[in-house]
């Protein structure tokens, strides 16, 4: 089984500044990692997402985040933040082999970006 | 998203009562999810299937039921609905492809009361 914990459940930030999200997994297979992001009273939308190659995946709006295998994390960075990246995103994981595509999210990370 | 839609986007019901939430998809994906969202937990599989009239339960399925007559339509029911359920839930599809994540509904927001 997998397990994601996203260590800061609010992030508060000023406009421009740099922010990082963290997450941890835990898991005894290969994984492919994911990162979700929530606008307010929206469904979740893929942020971006590592399957294999490079450790550092761009993903959209600027975001990246690099795979750590072993600390296990997947920590998701934005080097200047802006008003509308106020949101909730959300760590996933899923196994990389076999027939299980259950993904197991993160509790969640509620970025506040302020002016 | 465009191919998955969920209804109703809001329901309002009484304890005791049964409520249905339907979830459609236009993508003909294999895969398709019910989660709900709680503050504090973030998003928990209620339950999903992986093919008409193939389910399987989640990790907090107790009080739900869920069916899939077609590939298109995947309905949660919630059989006697209690305060605690009260809650967004949220449909997901995904493709049977290596490295696919999912595509979310817009979400149904559910009071019990």
């Known amino acids: 089984a997998q397990s994601v914990t996203q260590l800061d459940s609010q992030v508060p930030v000023f406009e421009e500044a740099p922010v990082e999200l963290r997450c941890n997994y835990s898991?005894?297979?290969?994984?492919?990692l994911f990162w979700y992001v929530q606008y307010p009273n929206q469904g979740l939308q893929l942020l971006l997402k590592?399957?294999?190659?490079?450790?550092l995946v761009k993903g959209i709006n600027g975001f990246e985040a690099e795979f750590n295998k072993s600390q296990t994390s997947f920590h998701l960075r934005k080097p200047s933040v802006h008003i509308s990246d106020t949101a909730e995103y959300f760590c996933?994981?899923?196994?990389?082999?076999?027939?299980?595509?259950?993904?197991?999210f993160g509790k969640g990370t509620l970025l506040t970006v302020n002016p | 998203d465009a191919g998955i839609t969920q209804s109703p986007r809001h329901k309002v019901t009484e304890t005791g009562t049964p409520v249905t939430l339907r979830c459609h998809q236009t993508?003909?994906?294999?895969?398709m999810y019910w989660y709900r969202q709680d503050p504090g937990h973030g998003l928990r599989l209620i339950h999903y299937s992986y093919g008409v009239k193939d389910t399987d339960k989640g990790e907090v399925s107790d009080g739900y039921s869920v069916s899939r007559s077609k590939t298109e339509d995947f309905l949660l029911t919630l059989e006697s609905a209690t305060s605690s359920q009260t809650s967004v839930y949220f449909c997901?599809?995904?493709?049977?492809?290596?490295?696919?994540?999912?595509?979310f509904g817009s979400g149904t927001r559910l009071t019990v009361v």
């Open positions: 993508e003909n994906h294999r895969y």
């Open positions: 590592y399957l294999s190659g490079s450790t």
């Open positions: 996933a994981v899923r196994p990389s082999g076999g027939s299980n595509y259950k993904l197991t």
């Open positions: 898991s005894s297979v290969s994984v492919y």
């Open positions: 997901a599809i995904s493709e049977s492809v290596q490295g696919d994540g999912y595509t």
